[in-house]
């Protein structure tokens, strides 16, 4: 098949094309960074020429605004609708995050949620895959705040899955047929992410002092199990632990 990823650059986007390609598939990247403009649409046609499926793990923008990040994804997904339906691909699948219709405080939350509503009104068949977040997400979240030596960290408990993990399932989905909405994708042991973040940095030899706290990207509405998976979800095997075995 020839499948076109949205978002290949990044670390899930790189991970997917390596993925689909051990497995003799034909992958056409989709970046800004490779003259490919979902904002504007520039270069979208010309990419998705030939394309049977895609992929999209695409990132939001950096900021904390609602409006512009609902706006920021509504557009881009409209776009990359728009071209795929010119082009005839058959089937679009998005990765999503468990848990993002229990949580209305966070910009990033409310983007993915227009997103998902724009593919499901769409005229491209679709498969939307929410998963549970990844296994270096707790150091990343860390890096956001850390300020001389310390960081501020929300106390969530997560269940979280290995992002070569993630590029596996997204490779099988994808080249099957359209589902709908998947069912929840997550790894197999619920997590602290302060002891995450905590033990990530340990193996990575960087020292940080972290203070947990809930903010404004990660609020108590957040709490207890809101961003677990839901019953019947389909469970990846990499272990936390394995995965840091590797950071060290």
């Not at 270069?43 to 499926?53: I, K, N, R, S, Y």
């Not at 632990?241 to 590797?246: F, G, N």
Request: charged residues 20%; aromatic residues 4%; negative net charge.
């Amino acid at each position: 098949m020839r499948i076109a990823i949205a978002g290949a650059t990044g670390n899930i986007g790189a991970l997917t094309v390596a993925a689909l390609e051990r497995n003799g598939h034909d992958v056409v990247r989709i970046s800004r960074s490779l003259g490919v403009d979902l904002v504007t649409g520039d270069g979208l046609d010309e990419a998705l020429t030939g394309v049977d499926a895609v992929v999209d793990v695409t990132n939001g923008p950096a900021t904390t605004d609602r409006d512009e990040t609902v706006a920021y994804f509504g557009t881009t997904t409209r776009n990359l609708l728009a071209a795929e339906q010119r082009a005839g691909v058959r089937h679009h699948v998005l990765l999503s995050i468990v848990g993002i219709d229990r949580v209305e405080g966070n910009a990033h939350y409310a983007g993915k949620r227009e997103q998902q509503r724009v593919i499901a009104e769409g005229a491209v068949p679709w498969t939307i895959v929410p998963m549970t977040q990844f296994h270096d997400f707790a150091a990343m979240v860390a890096s956001w705040t850390e300020q001389d030596g310390v960081a501020m960290i929300a106390p969530l408990l997560v269940q979280p899955i290995a992002p070569a993990d993630v590029a596996d399932v997204l490779a099988e989905i994808v080249t099957g047929e359209p589902q709908g909405r998947h069912a929840d994708v997550a790894g197999p042991e619920t997590q602290d992410l302060v002891d995450m973040a905590r033990r990530t940095n340990e193996a990575r030899g960087h020292a940080v002092k972290l203070v947990p706290t809930w903010s404004s990207l990660f609020g108590p509405e957040m709490a207890g199990d809101v961003m677990l998976p839901a019953e019947g979800a389909r469970i990846a095997p990499t272990t936390f632990d394995q995965w840091l075995a590797e950071q060290r």
